[in-house]
T-cell receptor
Framework: NAGVMQNPRHLVRRRGQEARLRCSPM?????VYWYRQLPEEGLKFMVY????????ESGMPKERFSAEFPKEGPSILRIQQVVRGDSAAYFC???????????FGQGTRLTVV | AQRVTQPEKLLSVFKGAPVELKCNYS??????LFWYVQYSRQRLQLLLR??SRESIKGFTADLNKGETSFHLKKPFAQEEDSAMYYC??????????FGPGTRLSVLP
């Protein structure tokens, strides 16, 4: 089991461009969580998804941000028209169906220039 | 609503001194509590969970339902313990909520 894989590890975007962050959960895990970590700050919950469903998106900004976890393929966090304030590390975690620990990816560091 | 608080943003101790990282939670039910650690430039990894009652790397944490706390303790801190520590709560099969984190710095 390769663990939670996130790509790219580093992403640079100019203001106004779109950023697409990918997360492949561990095999057999159907729960995916996205978190944002700003410099010198802790983890902030963004969205929680199960296959093809958004369960809780209370931490995600209403505009420009969207997330999906399709039946096939990785979970995608999409940020449209990025701004400097979107620069952060974005972490994805996955867990199996029944409550156990969440396993984290190595994160994607987004830099908006 | 679920909430996890960690009152200390930064905690500095000397090597060999005891360390306690505080965590309080609010949840109207029986949550599962975790401690995660993030060493420099590494991914978050599970340190311990209350249900397993294990001691990992010398760390222990006891769930106190009366005080709604899950403080992390180690009797003798080591320099390699320097890291970011996150307390987290899971509502059985639902969302994982993390506290803001405490940066532990163990001084030589």
């Amino acid at each position: 089991n390769a663990g939670v894989m996130q790509n790219p590890r580093h992403l640079v975007r100019r203001r106004g461009q779109e950023a697409r962050l990918r997360c492949s959960p561990m095999k057999g895990h159907s729960h995916v969580y996205w978190y944002r970590q700003l410099p010198e700050e802790g983890l902030k919950f963004m969205v929680y998804l199960q296959k093809e469903n958004i369960i809780d998106e209370s931490g995600m900004p209403k505009e420009r941000f969207s997330a999906e976890f399709p039946k096939e393929g990785p979970s995608i966090l999409r940020i449209q028209q990025v701004v400097r304030g979107d620069s952060a590390a974005y972490f994805c975690a996955s867990s199996p169906v029944v409550n156990t620990e969440a396993f984290f990816g190595q994160g994607t560091r987004l830099t908006v220039v | 609503a679920q909430r996890v608080t960690q009152p200390e943003k930064l905690l500095s101790v000397f090597k060999g001194a005891p360390v306690e990282l505080k965590c309080n939670y609010s949840y109207s039910g029986s949550p599962e509590l975790f401690w995660y650690v993030q060493y420099s430039r590494q991914r978050l990894q599970l340190l311990l969970r209350h249900i397993s009652r294990e001691s990992i790397k010398g760390f222990t944490a006891d769930l106190n339902k009366g005080e709604t706390s899950f403080h992390l303790k180690k009797p003798f801190a080591q320099e390699e313990d320097s890291a970011m520590y996150y307390c987290a709560l899971s509502n059985y099969g639902q969302n994982f909520v993390f506290g803001p984190g405490t940066r532990l710095s163990v001084l030589p």
